[in-house]
C-alpha cells in the first residue's frame, strides 16, 4: 500500500475540481480524478503524475461503491462534483428540482458514506465544495441555492459525528469564479455587477479557489472543523449593502 497521502476530487475533469487535483499533485500527493465525463476525464489524468481516474455519476449509489471499492487509500475527499440549472421558482419543476439535488446533495452524501472507512484508517479529512449561493439567497437559484445550503449543514453533521474518528471536515464556498463557463454566459452587464458588488472588484479564479480547499486539507488546518468558508472576495461580507453606500455617500 502507498504511503503517500491519496486526495479523492469528484467533478475533477474541469474546472476547480481539476485546479484542485493539479495543486494536490503539486504538492506531492497521489491524486484520484473522479468525474462523468470519461473523454474529458482522459485527456486531463494523463497530465498528472501518478493520477487515477474514476468514471462515475455520483448520483449513482451502485456506482459510488463500485468506484470507491478500487482505492487502497485514502486521505482527503473533496467533494466538488455539482451541476447548475438557473431559472425562476414557477420553471423548476420536481424532475430539475431532483436531478440537481441528486448531485449536489445525494452526491455528496454517498461519496462522504463510501469514503469513512479509508478516512477512519487515515484520519483524513472531507472538504465539500458548496457555493456562496448557499450562504445567501439569491434570484434564479431556488434549487441550486437550496442543494448548496444543505450541503453546509451536511458538513457539520458530518464534523460533529466524525470528529472522534479523527476525521475533520469543512466546507469551501467559492464565490463568482473565472470559469470558462461563468465567462460563455455571464454578460459584460453581469461581469459589471459582480464586479461592483465584490469588495475585491473581481472574480476569482480556479486556482484560488483549491488553494483554499488544500488548505483545509493540510496539516497546517489539522484543528479546523465543522467551518465554512466563503472565498468569494467579499461578496458574502457585503450583504444586502448596495455598492455606492460602501464608498462613503450618506
Known amino acids: 500500500m502507498s504511503t503517500r497521502h491519496v486526495a479523492l476530487v469528484?467533478?475533477?475533469?474541469?474546472?476547480?475540481?481539476?485546479?484542485?487535483?493539479?495543486?494536490?499533485?503539486?504538492?506531492?500527493?497521489?491524486?484520484?480524478?473522479?468525474?462523468?465525463?470519461?473523454?474529458?476525464?482522459?485527456?486531463?489524468?494523463?497530465?498528472?503524475?501518478?493520477?487515477?481516474?474514476?468514471v462515475c455519476d455520483i448520483s449513482d449509489p451502485d456506482a459510488v461503491a463500485a468506484s470507491f471499492a478500487t482505492l487502497d487509500r485514502l486521505d482527503c475527499l473533496v467533494n466538488n462534483a455539482g451541476v447548475?440549472?438557473?431559472?425562476?421558482?414557477?420553471?423548476?419543476?420536481?424532475?430539475?428540482?431532483?436531478?440537481?439535488?441528486?448531485t449536489n446533495l445525494d452526491g455528496t452524501f454517498l461519496c462522504s458514506q463510501a469514503a469513512l472507512p479509508f478516512l477512519k484508517d487515515s484520519r483524513g479529512s472531507i472538504v465539500n465544495v458548496a457555493s456562496i449561493s448557499g450562504l445567501r439567497a439569491s434570484t434564479l437559484r431556488v434549487a441550486y441555492g437550496t442543494s448548496k445550503a444543505a450541503v453546509i449543514q451536511l458538513t457539520k453533521q458530518q464534523?460533529?459525528?466524525?470528529?472522534?474518528y479523527g476525521i475533520r471536515a469543512n466546507c469551501v464556498c467559492p464565490g463568482p469564479v473565472r470559469t470558462k463557463l461563468a465567462m460563455a454566459v455571464h454578460s459584460q452587464e453581469i461581469i459589471n455587477a459582480y464586479h461592483d458588488a465584490i469588495p475585491l472588484n473581481r472574480y476569482g479564479s480556479e486556482a484560488e479557489i483549491a488553494a483554499a480547499i488544500i488548505?483545509?486539507?493540510?496539516?497546517?488546518a489539522s484543528y479546523i472543523t465543522g467551518q465554512v468558508l466563503a472565498a468569494d472576495g467579499g461578496f458574502d461580507s457585503t450583504g444586502v449593502g448596495l455598492p455606492a453606500l460602501r464608498k462613503g455617500a450618506p
Do not use: Y
Request: glycine share 10%; with cysteine; charged share 20%.
Open 159 to 164: 464534523a460533529a459525528e466524525l470528529g472522534e
Open 84 to 102: 447548475a440549472q438557473f431559472g425562476p421558482i414557477e420553471a423548476c419543476d420536481f424532475a430539475l428540482w431532483r436531478t440537481i439535488m441528486a
Open 10 to 54: 469528484t467533478g475533477a475533469a474541469r474546472g476547480i475540481g481539476l485546479a484542485t487535483a493539479q495543486g494536490f499533485a503539486a504538492q506531492g500527493w497521489r491524486v484520484v480524478l473522479l468525474d462523468r465525463d470519461a473523454d474529458e476525464l482522459a485527456r486531463v489524468v494523463s497530465d498528472l503524475p501518478d493520477a487515477t481516474a474514476l
Open 215 to 220: 488548505f483545509l486539507a493540510s496539516d497546517s
